[in-house]
């Protein structure tokens, strides 16, 4: 199930904790975001451009890679915590 599909099930189908409106608002508005944010197809495209070397591998270049990695990280840990699902 993809993240996106499983995240809205969460929130909208009632089973496991539940948020309270205003949260759920919020949260429902996040996933909205990152939804139309287009993060997984860039980094798909990042990625195969890496991987058939036509994306040119510098420090500066791996060290926004990572950076971006332990940015989506992040969102991914708050946002499965205000989901209150524990990660294992």
């Given at each position: 199930m993809p993240l996106g599909a499983y995240i809205k099930d969460r929130l909208f189908?009632?089973?496991?904790r539940s948020a309270p409106a205003?949260?759920?608002?919020?949260?429902?508005?996040?996933?909205?975001?990152?939804?139309?944010?287009?993060l997984a197809p860039s980094l798909r495209t990042i990625a195969q451009a890496a991987k058939t070397g036509a994306l040119p591998v510098t420090p500066e270049t791996e060290n926004a890679l990572l950076r971006a990695c332990a940015d989506i990280a992040a969102m991914k840990s708050l946002l499965m915590g205000a989901l209150g699902i524990r990660e294992s």
């Open positions: 189908s009632g089973r496991g205003s949260d759920r608002k919020t949260l429902a508005r996040l996933v909205s975001l990152l939804g139309q944010s287009n």
